[in-house]
């Protein structure tokens, strides 16, 4: 597959793999954050973890939008969509997120609540046209990836005059997500960032400068192809040992510095900030969501539906705060691969396959036996 | 006794619900529509059941629904699929399938045209197959409690002596092949779905494999442990299932496994993993080592297996993980598909 397999070829994987067991000082430990759910699947899905010395650790953050979306806000959208006036639009992988008590959308679904999945924001604007006599609601979710998309819809809602059109924002930031896991009571143990690849297409290389300035921590936009990620953890490694803490962008084949200006500028335009938002296994963060503009509250589910706003509590047993923050694996958690499984999933990190505990799970469990039988 | 009746309007006429009450109309559409299509000494005889000749040894029975969306797909419908499916399911057990039943539910309001073309279509698959399709029903139910067509089948076939192929036969050191690409029918469904469409030169790999199967049990038959056709879930979902009832692991090559580029490209796209795409033209064997490269040149010998590989091994592991090497290099687990990939699949 063109533009896609020689990111991917064997040869010059096994030689960045023998730069970095050659770079790796074997005294010290590397601790890696991969911010982005696309890079831990990428990990997991090409085996990297094997082609890595054992002092070099990557640590799996919380960058997958639908993990960290927490279960308040999809009771509030299941009930939403069990009004029966609401076409709930909805990705497909939000549809097992767990909610309270074990609800989710699926199960909504089930019981009868209209919801439907889409592809595209686009598809949700045109089920709008077809239903002129209901209420159609998108559930925007992602970070600054896919708000431009939601922002295009928006524009295409206004621009048909659409009179039965809304939408539930639960768009979140990278950069206050980075700054809440650096600013953390408990001390963390990570070393540098790979920083992400589509988010920082949009947003560029800005935004990660005060995480390499004031934490001196060293930033290296990455693309979610394994051979991207093996030269940034390669690059990470260098700059550790150089005592560096830059940002600097492997992925310069997307990434521009000062990211995509047209994209900014119209988030901008039709979002504004939040006061708080709730993270699922991170707890309440500041000024990290968005929400639509006061102009625009005619489009904002939340205002339209006067939608209540729930806050389910984590389960207390669930290490998915200090997995997130590189305290802990998956295999310290009790839950893991016994209450909290890929079909019952309890913390953020196991709801998809690019959350922690679920990559882990679906594509390295088997390490854990070997580890086992090693000892 | 014959009536004056208004011939069936294929080109323009559409079901009602007349045309599955027990009267005129529902022998009109049965003897119109599905004897023409299926034509065999069985149905032509008119009862509601049709006797045949039991053959000396064992048999195997096998039953399947099909509820595919959409009904009409690159490289097949629901009609040929129906029979390729339980020809294959018949098949996997090495079995030579003789004969189907073919029961429909139809939604008030289908056009007769597409239900001629799916007969049609069954028709034809069938007397590739060489089974004859030899006793069915019809039922019509009313406008949205059906989505245009289902289908059930029921088959029946007959093992060669001394065969006896099962899931829980596999044993350490045994070779798993498979015989082509993968994810070829999933990626013609998906490319045909509302809200989805894309263009794709793939076509379904629908088919029946018992003359494949044939060839591969005359090459190797006391070494063939098992087959198995890697439908819904795909073979991720079928080396999970091997693994747990033979209490064992397997070691997959990614390397060695054929998807076709537009597959991949189509998967990459969509975030599906083509393990887990459905086949409906493949099979799994696990073979004796000793066998293997025996079945295997069978296999590629047969025009439903010039692409066959031998893609892995099976290995003794208390935790049943199926295991592959990368093509990148590192190793991973291919675990069962989580959730619901694509409803209606077949």
């Known amino acids: ?375 | 006794m014959s009536m004056h009746q208004r011939r069936l309007d294929l080109k323009t006429g559409c079901v009602d619900l007349s045309h599955g009450a027990g009267g005129r109309a529902m022998a009109q559409l049965i003897a119109g529509l599905f004897h023409e299509a299926f034509g065999n000494e069985w149905l032509a005889r008119g009862n509601d059941q049709s006797a045949f000749d039991v053959a000396t040894g064992r048999m195997v029975m096998t039953t399947d629904g099909y509820v595919v969306s959409p009904l009409f797909f690159p490289g097949g419908n629901i009609g040929s699929l129906a029979v390729h499916g339980t020809v294959n399911d018949i098949a996997m057990a090495g079995a030579r399938p003789l004969y189907l039943s073919a029961s429909f539910i139809i939604e008030e309001g289908f056009r007769f045209s597409d239900l001629k073309r799916i007969a049609d279509s069954m028709g034809e698959a069938a007397r590739e197959a060489g089974v004859a399709i030899i006793t069915g029903d019809t039922k019509v139910v009313e406008r949205g409690k059906a989505d245009g067509v289902f289908i059930s089948t029921a088959g029946v076939g007959v093992l060669p002596d001394g065969l006896d192929l099962s899931a829980d036969k596999a044993r350490p050191g045994d070779r798993v092949l498979l015989s082509g690409s993968l994810g070829d029918h999933g990626v013609a469904i998906m490319s045909k779905r509302q809200n989805l469409t894309f263009d794709t030169e793939i076509v379904s790999d629908s088919a029946a494999l018992h003359g494949l199967v044939a060839a591969m049990v005359a090459a190797g038959g006391q070494g063939l442990r098992l087959m198995r056709d890697p439908t819904r879930g795909g073979l991720a979902a079928t080396m999970n299932e091997i693994a747990q009832q033979s209490n064992l692991g397997f070691r997959l090559q990614e390397d060695a496994i054929p998807v076709k580029p537009a597959v991949a490209a189509a998967c990459e796209l969509l975030g599906l993993d083509p393990l887990h795409v459905a086949n409906e033209g493949k099979l799994v064997a696990v073979v004796a080592p000793e066998q293997a490269d025996t079945v295997l040149a069978a296999m590629k010998a047969h025009p439903l297996g010039r692409d066959a590989a031998q893609i892995g091994e099976a290995v003794a592991d208390d935790h049943r993980f199926v295991q592959m090497a990368t093509s990148f290099g590192g190793g991973r687990i291919v675990d069962w598909l989580s959730g619901e990939q694509l409803p209606r699949i077949c």
């Not at chain 1, 009004?83 to 008590?101: E, F, H």
């Not at chain 1, 639509?292 to 669930?318: G, I, K, T, Y």
């Open chain 1, 1 to 375: 597959m063109k533009y896609a397999d020689e990111f991917r070829d064997k040869e010059l994987a096994t030689g960045l793999a023998r730069a970095i067991r050659a770079k790796a000082d074997p005294s010290r430990a590397y601790r890696f954050m991969e911010f982005c759910g696309g890079h831990t699947h990428a990990i997991a899905r090409y085996g990297l973890e094997d082609m890595l010395p054992d002092n070099v650790r990557m640590i799996h953050g919380p960058g997958c939008p639908v993990c960290v979306l927490p279960a308040g806000r999809i009771d509030m959208a299941i009930a939403l969509a069990e009004r029966p006036d609401i076409i709930l639009c909805v990705y497909g992988d939000l549809m097992r997120v767990p909610g309270s008590r074990g609800s989710s959308l699926l199960k909504a679904k089930a019981r009868g609540a209209d919801i439907r999945m889409v592809y595209s924001t686009l598809d949700a604007i045109a089920l709008a046209e077809q239903n002129p006599s209901r209420e159609v609601v998108f559930f925007a979710i992602g970070f600054e990836t896919t708000t431009p998309p939601t922002a295009v819809m928006i524009r295409a809602a206004e621009k048909k005059s659409l009179t039965n059109f809304s939408v539930f924002c639960n768009h979140v930031l990278t950069p206050p997500a980075m700054r809440a896991i650096l600013d953390s009571d408990t001390p963390i143990e990570i070393d540098g960032f790979v920083g992400p690849a589509h988010v920082s297409t949009v947003i560029g290389t800005e935004p990660y400068a005060p995480f390499a300035r004031d934490d001196r921590k060293p930033v290296v936009i990455a693309g979610f192809e394994p051979l991207d990620m093996m030269q940034a953890i390669l690059m990470l490694i260098e700059q550790v040992n150089d005592g560096r803490h830059e940002v600097e962008n492997q992925y310069r084949r997307a990434v521009a510095g000062g990211g995509n200006q047209r994209a900014i500028k119209e988030v901008a335009a039709l979002f504004e900030l939040r006061d708080q938002f709730e993270w699922r296994g991170l707890g309440s963060i500041p000024a990290s969501a968005l929400k639509l503009r006061s102009a625009l509250a005619h489009l904002d589910a939340e205002l339209r539906f006067a939608m209540a706003e729930r806050v389910v509590a984590d389960n207390p047993a669930c290490e998915c705060p200090a997995i997130l923050r590189g305290l802990k694996k998956p295999v310290d958690c009790k839950l893991f691969g016994t209450a909290c499984t890929p079909e019952t999933p309890v913390g953020s990190c196991m709801v998809s396959s690019e959350g922690a505990c679920a990559a882990h799970w679906t594509y390295g469990r088997f390490r854990d036996h070997q580890r086992r039988l090693a000892s």
